[in-house]
């Protein structure tokens, strides 16, 4: 250990720091969570109470449970999130896996052509998109939004795998390659497991997003039996009068999918798998 | 039979040429070892005849049989490397037994050949440990396993003692050579060590940019070098090296002379003032300055010689080896 790490007063500091910023980040999720449970007037009068026996009310869960249909919305968030993160993945993993591994003519063009689209928002181009769409078919369906998202992520997947792949030392899959195995296993067996970290780095990049997401459900898939939760929630918020409940309710619901995806790939953030491998 | 010969292999990465036409055969249950500084292609001709990368132009034939296309599974070797390389998501057990399993070989096999391949490098404990939970020389020895369960006709060994520190590295040397008596096969070692070298070797293949300099036994190398190069590359103390004009008026050719053919005498040609004693207790190293030339002596058992003192060493001419202008013996 050394010293500066065990010095009371850095570990104090430090954790203080730490705690200040947990406090900031989790206040807004904290007031959205205790107001949820709190009738419409009490959101008003007091925002920053917790619920009490007075105030304390389900009434927006009811709206919301009753409203539409919140678990099919629910259903498609989570249909085109997983399903995007694991294009994503997959996809990100192969090209990085060629860019980083094998020597070819054009291998730096196409990193960087790949590495563009993190510069450019894809917004940009939602009008040919919506175009492409409506011309194959795939207009309020969940591929639509699974594809654009897909595109999405890759660039900077790609990006990112592409230099830990790099990491992964030469030796271990030129030993993969003198033990007979092909290069798709020495990809899904040996390569993989190793940037497991990294991985599950992209997948978080790339959920919350994909998860928040209003721009493209609203434009590509607005159809009722394929609304996602952030579209579905919208019905709550009016021009004139918002139902306040009903939103806190939604929100905190829409929360709690995105918390477990997110310990699944945290836990995989921390595992260091490398250790011992190589010298 | 040979086990392996490569016929003017070159290799070229981009304009880079590393490998220069190379022809060297290695006879069976020969051991074989590549010496030469860093970066003059030792691993990539090892590379080369493991097919990991494919050479230039020539010939790569492994027992007779030509593999310039083969791909490394099927080449009958198994290789072990510098950096251990062993899979880190698999236990001991598993790291040896992947290739047997990849060549489908039955369970009773692998677990055969997992068990005599563990008995004799002492890892029969450790078979459920994952890599990271071993010590740096057990890591190189279950490298060394995963070679031997393969059975391959030839081993190749890149720098695999580089990373042990010494007591563990004259353990694994000697490991390393009861294991080549053991299996009775063909060996090709990797090392910029020029003593693992002489203590490991039947024949060693001395390199320098990309070319082979010298191929011979030990001794013949130490004892009959054909040039500069491989004079001063074998040898510790390495060979001394000096212009030849300080014993013969006029002659323009380097004189070499091992560090333990010099001795003391008071006739010497060489007068010296010494800069330092090494007292190693069995001999005594001199290390003294000649007309800005540094030479060193190894004298045998213990001398009472001190620092700046001025002492003539003297040899015999039998032993002094010349090099003309290029390097070349003379
Ligand atoms: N993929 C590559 N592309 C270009 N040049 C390379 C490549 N691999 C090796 N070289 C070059 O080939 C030369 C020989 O490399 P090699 O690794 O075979 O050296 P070495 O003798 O094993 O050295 P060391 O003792 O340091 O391991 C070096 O000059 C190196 O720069
Ligand atoms: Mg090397």
Redesign the pocket.
Known sequence: MNKARTNPFNNIAMHGALILYTLIALFPVFVILINSFKTRKAIFREPLALPDADTFSMIGYQTVLKQGDFFLYFQNSLIVTVASLFFVLLFGAMAAFALAEYRFKGNTLMGLYLALGIMIPIRIGTVAILEMMVASGLVNTLWALILVYTAQGLPLAVFILCEFMRQVSDDLKNAARVDGLSEYAIFFQLVLPLVRPAMATVAVFNMIPIWNDLWFPLILAPAEEVKTLTLGSQVFIGQFVTDWNAVLSALSMAILPVLVLYVIFSRQLIRGLTSGAVK | MTALTLTNVNKS??D?H?LKDINIEVEDGEFVVFV?P????????LRVIAGLEDATSGEVRIGNELVNTTPPSKRGIAMVFQSYALYPHLNVRKNMSLALKQEKQSKAVIEERVMKASRMLNLEDYLERYPSELSGGQRQRVAIGRAIVREPKLFLFD?PLSNLDAALRMNTRLEIANLHDTLAASMIY?T?DQTEAMTLADKIVVLRDGRVEQIGSPMELYNNPVNQFVAGFLGSPAMNFMPAAFIAEGDTRTLGVRPEDLRLDADGDLSAAVQHVEQLGGDTNVIAQMKGTQITARLFGQHAISQGETVKFGFSSERAFYFNQDGLRT
């Not at chain 2, 860093?38 to 001709?45: I, V, Y």
């Open positions: 990465f981009g880079v590393v030469g860093s970066g003059c292609g030792k691993s990539t001709l720098e990797v910029h």
